[in-house]
């Protein structure tokens, strides 16, 4: 073998262990890239889901307190006027006036009957004896507060969360219920404010699952329950956090956010798509896998004129 055929097997050889390191290098710099970016997505996505989450709460703490302060008046009402139902009347309408979420305020006697009602007099006397927020403040143990599932009001005619309060005599004397029935719609109309992305949620959950408030397709949504799931399980571990799972109303991958509200049995959180927060990774992934393609192209097309040049001079040569 002459001098020039060893050289260029030496070369050929020593140009593509150099190649093999640099194409191995671009590859990995690539990956580590992508890594990188899904990263930072996720960190970002973390970052606005908790931020939603905790503006839901704060928004979901000051309606809740001015349907317990409303509560509280409904109270004060019936023990300082009370069971006539003309003179408790015009109260219920002047707490309702300065309200906005509120879409009836009431009081339903110990009987069952709804005695008093911001609808006006003939609103009085409807049965509600078998309506869940009543029988639940028929059990003294039970806590004070009690929150409904979204239903149709029989009264109001429209959708509505109740937020009851037993009421009692001074004396401890089980009277009735102070009832402020508020409409979840309006706080679907708040979620709907806010940027989620295509198949991004905020939601308000009760304890026992039932879903409160939603956007999207809120009315599709109300009263749902999603109890037993793995995003129930999560939800109820903590005050707050985070986590990854799917809807168990419609399969979709989302990242969850969420915070229990102080002071009240309901849970305020979000979801952002998996799909819509990594939406651009794709579009960067196919940039940084272009990078290494282009590396080895690159390499062989300059291995190739190499190997050509060192034909070249052996044939002279011979």
Same mark, same amino acid.
């Given at each position: 073998?002459?001098?020039?055929?060893?050289?260029?097997?030496?070369?050929?050889?020593?140009?593509?262990?150099?190649?093999?390191?640099?194409?191995?290098?671009?590859?990995?710099?690539?990956?580590?890239?992508?890594?990188?970016?899904?990263?930072?997505?996720?960190?970002?996505?973390?970052?606005?889901?908790?931020?939603?989450?905790?503006?839901?709460?704060?928004?979901?703490?000051?309606?809740?307190?001015?349907?317990?302060?409303?509560?509280?008046?409904?109270?004060?009402?019936?023990?300082?006027?009370?069971?006539?139902?003309?003179?408790?009347?015009?109260?219920?309408?002047?707490?309702?006036?300065?309200?906005?979420?509120?879409?009836?305020?009431?009081?339903?006697?110990?009987?069952?009957?709804?005695?008093?009602?911001?609808?006006?007099?003939?609103?009085?006397?409807?049965?509600?004896?078998?309506?869940?927020?009543?029988?639940?403040?028929?059990?003294?143990?039970?806590?004070?507060?009690?929150?409904?599932?979204?239903?149709?009001?029989?009264?109001?005619?429209?959708?509505?969360?109740?937020?009851?309060?037993?009421?009692?005599?001074?004396?401890?004397?089980?009277?009735?219920?102070?009832?402020?029935?508020?409409?979840?719609?309006?706080?679907?109309?708040?979620?709907?404010?806010?940027? /989620?992305?295509?198949?991004? #949620?905020?939601? +308000?959950?009760?304890?026992?699952? $039932?879903? !409160?408030? =939603? %956007?999207?397709?809120? @009315?599709?949504?109300?009263?749902?329950?999603?109890?037993?799931?793995?995003?129930?399980?999560?939800?109820?571990?903590?005050?707050?956090?985070?986590?990854?799972?799917?809807?168990?109303?419609?399969?979709?991958?989302?990242?969850?956010?969420?915070?229990?509200?102080?002071?009240?049995?309901?849970?305020?959180?979000?979801?952002?798509?998996?799909?819509?927060?990594?939406?651009?990774?794709?579009?960067?992934?196919?940039?940084?896998?272009?990078?290494?393609? /282009?590396?080895?192209?690159? #390499?062989?097309? +300059?291995?190739?004129?190499?190997? $050509?040049? !060192?034909? =070249? %001079?052996?044939?002279? @040569?011979?």
């Amino acid at each position: 073998m002459s001098n020039t055929s060893k050289q260029a097997r030496f070369l050929a050889l020593a140009y593509g262990f150099t190649a093999f390191i640099i194409v191995t290098i671009a590859v990995g710099v690539s990956v580590e890239a992508v890594r990188d970016e899904e990263a930072r997505l996720e960190r970002q996505a973390l970052e606005f889901a908790e931020s939603l989450a905790q503006i839901s709460q704060e928004h979901m703490l000051r309606n809740f307190r001015a349907l317990d302060r409303n509560s509280l008046e409904v109270i004060d009402a019936v023990r300082n006027l009370g069971t006539d139902t003309q003179k408790l009347t015009p109260v219920m309408q002047r707490i309702m006036s300065r309200d906005n979420i509120a879409v009836q305020i009431g009081f339903i006697y110990r009987d069952g009957r709804l005695l008093a009602t911001s609808a006006g007099l003939e609103g009085a006397g409807i049965d509600l004896k078998d309506r869940e927020h009543f029988k639940a403040h028929l059990e003294p143990n039970r806590p004070e507060v009690f929150i409904s599932k979204p239903l149709i009001g029989r009264a109001s005619n429209k959708w509505s969360v109740q937020y009851t309060r037993r009421v009692t005599s001074e004396s401890g004397e089980f009277l009735g219920v102070a009832v402020i029935s508020f409409d979840p719609l309006y706080l679907s109309a708040f979620y709907e404010a806010i940027s /989620l992305g295509e198949k991004g #949620v905020v939601r +308000l959950m009760s304890l026992d699952g $039932t879903i !409160l408030a =939603s %956007s999207g397709d809120a @009315e599709a949504v109300l009263g749902k329950s999603i109890a037993g799931s793995g995003v129930f399980a999560n939800l109820t571990k903590n005050d707050h956090g985070a986590f990854n799972d799917k809807s168990p109303i419609d399969g979709v991958e989302r990242l969850w956010a969420f915070r229990r509200v102080p002071g009240f049995p309901v849970i305020a959180f979000t979801g952002l798509a998996t799909e819509d927060s990594f939406a651009g990774l794709k579009g960067f992934t196919m940039y940084r896998i272009a990078s290494p393609t /282009l590396t080895i192209f690159a #390499v062989i097309l +300059l291995g190739d004129r190499k190997s $050509t040049r !060192l034909n =070249s %001079s052996h044939v002279s @040569e011979s």
